[in-house]
């Protein structure tokens, strides 16, 4: 059983930077797919990255690309997200999430980020609240 432990979220005025962390414990030897979501009341999740392990293959929504970057730390069994030039439309709660992915060349992991497929998804993360104030 894999568990999910966020941390890092906060408030940020418009421009700032923060960055979450997932640590993960369980992990069996499967490559998995691992991304994060966000949600803001009354809305649906959303993906918004996706990092496969082993690989290291990401993928991001337009509306983050170039302002957000996930990575991993393999000793670590972290998954990070580095959000810069944060825009008020961030503001939102931020899950990350994880799967085992053996799909070997496939881009099933960003492609299932991208199109916010959360119940593919079996483990998550408590969220962490991001806040970007004008």
């Known amino acids: 059983q894999v568990q999910l432990v966020e941390s890092g979220g906060g408030s940020v005025e418009v421009g700032g930077s923060l960055r979450l962390s997932c640590e993960a414990n369980?992990?069996?030897?499967?490559?998995?797919?691992m991304g994060w979501f966000r949600q803001t009341p009354g809305k649906e999740r959303e993906g918004v990255a996706s990092?496969?392990?082993?690989?290291?293959?990401?993928g991001y929504d337009d509306s983050v690309k170039g302002r957000f970057t996930i990575s991993q730390d393999i000793a670590k069994n972290t998954l990070y997200l580095q959000m810069d030039n944060l825009k008020p439309e961030d503001t939102a709660m931020y899950y990350c999430?994880?799967?085992?992915?053996?799909?070997?060349?496939?881009?099933?992991?960003?492609?299932?980020?991208?199109?916010?497929?959360?119940?593919?998804?079996?483990?998550w993360g408590q969220g962490a609240q991001v806040t970007v104030s004008p």
């Open positions: 999430a994880a799967v085992p992915d053996e799909n070997d060349g496939s881009n099933w992991c960003s492609w299932a980020v991208a199109t916010s497929k959360v119940y593919s998804f079996a483990f």
């Open positions: 369980g992990y069996g030897r499967s490559p998995y797919c």
């Open positions: 990092l496969k392990t082993g690989g290291g293959t990401t």
